[in-house]
């Protein structure tokens, strides 16, 4: 009984009936054009005049329909009014993939808005007249019910019973009513097969945007923090005996930081789908920059830079900088000391690198050791993958780790 009611309660099935209202009222305008129409055919009866004009006027509503704007504000307003959860429409290139029956969906809306605004109103005006008029006739004797030729007579206590029942069908329209719209909604103002494709595309190309991102401040952050932790050890170890190399080290992570900072700019701005600046890139020809910040940590650093590496394309060179970047800090994490080898080779047919360093139990194990979220070496794969390379890693010999990637040289930008 009470699951029965509840939708009389609810505010969204009246301000869902106030919308069918307004689609009725909003129709009023077109109205006169569809008239005048009709009755420009004097010689016909009258019912075929009235059957033109209603013709005329659903033409005009279906028109109204076919503009892009209609079916923005009817969604904004069936969201509102009708609390149905529906999506912005596409636009453009996304929406060309229509057929002519999805672009008919919205005219059939608002011809079936209009119906039911028009049809509840009247009918809801004849309840409520019915239920105000039937007592006070009874009273005066008159008690009389007459619609559309059809004519009855109520007597006695039964008047009162008549219309308490009018009264009672008045909420029961308004949710049939909004019920109504609120099943058309989806079906009509809802995305169609091929919107819906188009938005599965867009929410991927945003996933996909969203986890280079990722990638991206996991190589520039996680080596940032890595090589400035390092660098603010070594720093407090050798403060007192050389505060030259300790001023050195600071000025290091004051560098490091700065990149990390435009680096984390960009990304969040992203992210809060905010305007964002120019994106950082780094390329080979910031690896130098890298390998100082190393040694300011007090890596040892051995490179082998083969080829023009200033020739490597703008895609290319990018990730073979990130690739290098996530090998080092994973070196100076999970790396017993000892010299990092770092070799570059850059060819017509490819780009070839390689990252090598002693295992074992080095400086960042133990209770400074650094956390890891394991993401590192799959974020490498997925990258490597896009760009059709090959990636090694593991063991290289007793004591040592290899890191090697090659990368073919037609990468598309």
């Not at 919205?106 to 119906?115: D, E, R």
């Not at 505060?243 to 701005?269: C, F, K, N, Q, T």
């Amino acid at each position: 009984m009470i699951r029965g009611i509840r939708p009389l309660l609810r505010g969204s099935t009246y301000s869902g009936v106030l919308f069918a209202y307004c689609g009725a009222a909003a129709s009023i305008p077109l109205l006169p054009f569809a008239m005048v129409a009709a009755l420009a055919w004097r010689s016909a009866p009258y019912g075929v005049q009235a059957v033109l004009a209603l013709l005329v006027w659903a033409v005009l509503i279906s028109a109204v329909g076919l503009a892009r704007s209609t079916r923005r504000v009817l969604i904004a307003c069936a969201r509102r009014l009708l609390r149905v959860p529906l999506p912005d429409p596409v636009t453009g290139r996304q929406s060309a993939g229509s057929s002519g029956a999805d672009r008919w969906r919205t005219p059939l809306w608002l011809l079936l808005h209009v119906a039911l605004g028009w049809t509840g109103g009247l009918a809801t005006a004849l309840l409520l007249g019915a239920g105000v008029v039937l007592p006070g006739n009874w009273l005066s004797g008159q008690a009389r019910v007459t619609l559309f030729g059809w004519s009855a007579r109520v007597s006695g206590g039964w008047s009162w019973a008549v219309a308490l029942l009018c009264l009672l069908l008045v909420p029961a329209l308004c949710v049939l009513v909004a019920n109504t719209l609120r099943w058309l909604a989806p079906r009509l103002l809802g995305p169609s097969s091929a919107e819906r494709l188009a938005l599965a595309a867009e929410r991927e190309l945003l996933l996909a945007e969203r986890n280079r991102l990722a990638q991206e401040l996991h190589d520039s952050i996680g080596h940032t923090l890595t090589a400035a932790t390092i660098q603010a050890a070594v720093a407090g170890e050798v403060l007192s005996a050389d505060p030259g190399a300790a001023r050195a080290a600071l000025r290091s992570i004051e560098e490091s930081a700065r990149a990390a900072l435009e680096d984390l700019d960009y990304v969040l701005g992203v992210l809060r789908e905010e305007p964002a600046g120019t994106a950082p890139t780094r390329t080979l020809a910031d690896l130098p920059e890298l390998l100082d910040r190393l040694r300011h940590a007090g890596a040892t650093v051995e490179p082998e830079l083969s080829g023009d590496l200033a020739q490597v394309q703008g895609t290319l060179s990018r990730a073979a900088y990130r690739i290098l970047q996530e090998g080092l800090t994973n070196a100076l994490r999970h790396g017993a000391g000892g010299p990092i080898q770092v070799r570059v080779l850059a060819a017509a047919d490819g780009l070839e690198l390689s990252v090598v360093n002693r295992t074992g139990v080095g400086m960042c194990t133990g209770r400074g050791a650094f956390p890891t979220s394991g993401h590192g070496l799959p974020g490498l794969g997925e990258r490597v993958r896009l760009l059709h390379g090959e990636l090694e890693a593991g063991p290289d010999g007793p004591q040592h780790w290899r890191l090697a990637v090659r990368l073919p040289g037609r990468v598309s930008a």
